[in-house]
């Protein structure tokens, strides 16, 4: 799969995710399925929702850099540094999800490996785009 392909479809499903923490916020899903189970109240729920959606709107910003669909951007060796960190978040996230009390969360050790592929997949990439100079 080339890197802008990847780019595309880790941006989507980024973005239903985000969608699935308003809906979280909303109160249209109840919290209790999220995080493991381990939220206790609304104020913990906002507060980790708000956290999960600015860090996936910082990934698709990422994103975006790395396949050149935004004018602003870092230089691609900050942009290649922070994919690495999150590939590796999301490997450690898909290890934190298999053990999670809900089976629901379980469910999402299979969005969160696909996740690190993905980025593992752009990153690869002999001439990776956003590495132009």
């Given amino acids: 799969m080339k890197s802008d392909n990847a780019i595309k479809i880790f941006t989507g499903l980024l973005l239903a995710v985000c969608l699935f923490h308003f809906c979280i916020i909303l109160k249209i899903i109840p919290y209790n399925i999220a995080w493991g189970g381990r939220l206790t109240n609304d104020t913990e729920m906002y507060i980790f929702e708000t956290i999960s959606i600015l ?51 379980k469910c999402f050790s299979l969005l969160t490996g696909l996740s690190a592929i993905l980025i593992w997949m752009i990153l690869k990439q002999k001439h990776p785009i956003g590495d132009k100079k």
Wanted: hydrophobic share 60%; net charge positive.
């Fill in 55 to 105: 860090v996936n709107l910082f990934l698709c910003w990422i994103l975006l850099m790395k396949g050149e669909f935004v004018k602003f951007r870092f230089s691609p060796k900050i942009v290649r540094i922070i994919l690495w960190l999150f590939c590796i978040l999301f490997i450690l996230n898909t290890a934190g999800n298999i053990f999670a009390k809900t089976n629901f969360e």
